[in-house]
């Protein structure tokens, strides 16, 4: 074997060592899918180019032809469809993200909106015992009995809901009792058989 033909296939055994491990990186990071910033296939197909160069001629400018054709081959087979997979991929994270965030701004919004709706309602329930208070207080003071009075109205509602077949006489018997209870559980509340200010105004919104 002459000199030059030892040499010859010394430069494609090198070469071909090159593309192998060109190769091999490019299969790696495409598996792992990390990122990288060496264009394996253009480096791997430049590597084989140069080989098929090799074997085929001893001339440098053809051999470096088929390095720089391989090189754009794997750049346009590999590279770029990975990049461009990366990209696609990054894209469906950011929606993923932005999707999640609004969810949590919608979750909290609706949060906030239940518990404003909260403290009005208490503000509402705290505002009409007051004003029951005044007016047991002002009956009081004309000589009424409060509480009679709002016992009248009640049973006035619950005859309105179809609840109470007794007599309006502002007493709070056994009769009218039951119909608050039976009231109280078709709203879904707690079985008392009290009247307060709050159940008052429910019976008057249900209306």
Known sequence: MTANTKSHARFAATLGAAALLALALSS??????????????????????G????????????????????????????????????????????RAEQRAEQRQRLEY??????????????????????????ERV??????????????????????AHGLYQGQVDGVLGPATEEAVRRFEAKQGRAQTGRLTPSLMSQMRATL
């Open 28 to 49: 790696c990071t495409s598996a792992s899918g990390e990122g990288s910033t060496v264009d394996t296939g253009t480096i791997g197909g430049a590597a084989a180019g």
């Open 51 to 94: 080989i098929a160069g090799a074997l085929v001629s001893k001339n440098p400018l053809v051999i470096g032809g088929l390095a720089v054709a391989g090189g754009i081959a794997g750049n346009e087979l590999i590279d770029k469809p990975r990049a461009e997979k990366k990209r696609k991929q990054a894209a469906v994270d950011r």
């Open 109 to 134: 919004e609706r949060q906030s909106q239940l518990q404003e709706e909260e403290v009005r309602q208490q503000i509402q329930e705290q505002r009409l015992y007051e004003e029951w208070k005044k």
């Open 138 to 159: 002002r009956s009081g003071q004309n000589g009424g009995g409060g509480e009679s009075v709002d016992v009248a109205t009640a049973q006035r509602l619950l005859k």
